[in-house]
């Protein structure tokens, strides 16, 4: 079993930045794929960012340039820096985790196992 918690987020404005963070608890934290997901108010929870066990990165295209996932295995947790902030990222943020040390890049909610209790992002104009 793993545990995930947030912390971080916040409110800012636009070209702003805010960083959220997510700690998980058990261990081999090394062997998990990590992700970022975000739900805003009346729409489906999307995919923004995810980092596998090799460190290889992927973004959405909207997130891309500004958003930056790092993870940090000593301390079990991984990082989601968003720089450049818009309106349209405001959205709760959650993060996920699923034990996978393949190819495949994970997109999909669906695919992964665990998941954070969710991080307001709130950004103004």
Request: aromatic content about 16%.
């Amino acid at each position: 079993q793993v545990q995930l918690v947030e912390s971080g987020g916040g409110s800012a404005q636009a070209g702003g930045s805010l960083r959220v963070s997510c700690a998980a608890s058990g261990r081999s934290f090394s062997n998990y794929v990590m992700g970022w997901f975000r739900q805003a108010p009346g729409q489906e929870r999307e995919f923004v960012s995810a980092i596998r066990t090799n460190g290889d990165t992927y973004y959405q295209d909207s997130v891309k340039g500004r958003f930056t996932i790092s993870r940090d295995n000593a301390k079990n947790t991984v990082y989601l820096q968003m720089n450049s902030l818009k309106p349209e990222d405001t959205a709760v943020y959650y993060c996920a985790a699923k034990y996978y040390s393949g190819h495949y890049y994970l997109t999909y909610d669906y695919e992964y196992d665990y998941w954070g209790q969710g991080s307001q992002v709130t950004v103004s104009s």
